[in-house]
């Protein structure tokens, strides 16, 4: 048990790869409708993502590991949905361009932060950002109406919740 939290973190980004694959060569592997294929690989891990947080606040069962290393998968996650998507012509490349801008920014602030022994914790922006990029890829993968306006919004509260971090560290130094 103390080390399922890191065990998932190690499955989000081995699921985040094969999602890639299957958006970018699930036909020319014989895959029949790679997109539902990848609305479940993209489901799976971010259910992992929900229960290695749980797990490890709950039991206590945090490291330095998942430290880092949660946080990452996270982002490989996003990162290989909305490339996927874009490169499919199924996102707009200018919004995800705009969110992924923000996730290295606020990732390289982080390490800025921490490296300066200071603690800016994440405020309920960042999970409310992180369902609705969620939600807005699970729209796109199936191909529902109002992806594309769940993805502006994705942006839009993705951008807000950067500045509030930027902002909150920023006050923090002073």
């Not at 960042?126 to 942006?155: R, S």
Request: proline share 2%; charged share 15%.
């Amino acid at each position: 048990m103390k080390n399922l939290p890191n065990i998932l973190t190690i499955s989000r980004i081995i699921l985040s790869i094969l999602l890639l694959a299957i958006l970018l060569h699930g036909q020319n592997i014989g895959v029949d409708k790679p997109f539902r294929y990848a609305f479940f690989i993209f489901l799976l891990a971010s259910i992992t993502d929900f229960f290695d947080g749980y797990l490890a606040r709950r039991f206590h069962l945090t490291s330095i590991f998942g430290e880092v290393f949660d946080p990452l998968a996270d982002k490989m996650l996003i990162l290989s949905a909305f490339i996927g998507l874009m490169l499919v012509d199924m996102a707009n490349p200018w919004l995800v361009f705009i969110i992924l801008s923000r996730e290295f920014f606020i990732t390289g602030l982080r390490v800025v932060v921490a490296s300066s022994n200071q603690s800016v914790k994440a405020s309920i922006l960042g999970k409310y950002k992180t369902v609705l990029q969620i939600v807005a890829i699970c729209f796109l993968f199936l191909q529902l109406k109002g992806g594309d306006i769940l993805l502006w919004l994705a942006m839009i509260v993705t951008l807000y919740s950067g500045f509030d971090y930027a902002w909150r560290y920023y006050r923090g130094i002073k």
